[in-house]
C-alpha cells in the first residue's frame, strides 16, 4: 500500500473509534445513529474548512461539543413544557 492509502485507513479507522467512543458516552441520551449521524456532520464541515492532520481529534471534539449542547437545549425544552402542564 501507498502511504497516501495506509494513511486514509488510518484516518477512518479514528474516526470508527470516535463514533464509538461517543456512541458509549452518549448512551440513554442519544441513538447511535444519531451520534454517527452528528460525527458524519462534523467531519464533512470539518474536511470542506480544510482540515486534513488531526481530522480524528477535531471531529471527536467538535461532535461532542454539539451533542452536549443538543441534550442541554433538549433538557431545557423538556423543562419548560413541564412547567407549562403544571400551569
Do not use: K, P, Y
Not at 45 to 60: D, M, N, Q, S, W
Amino acid at each position: 500500500m501507498t502511504r497516501t492509502a495506509i494513511l486514509l485507513v488510518s484516518e477512518r479507522r479514528d474516526l470508527l473509534g470516535v463514533g464509538e467512543r461517543l456512541v458509549l458516552e452518549f448512551r440513554g441520551e442519544w441513538a447511535a445513529g444519531a451520534v454517527f449521524a452528528e460525527v458524519a456532520l462534523c467531519r464533512a464541515a470539518l474536511i470542506r474548512a480544510g482540515v486534513r492532520a488531526g481530522l480524528a481529534a477535531a471531529t471527536e471534539a467538535m461532535a461532542r461539543g454539539r451533542l452536549v449542547r443538543h441534550a442541554d437545549a433538549a433538557q431545557e425544552l423538556a423543562s419548560v413544557l413541564a412547567r407549562r402542564e403544571r400551569n
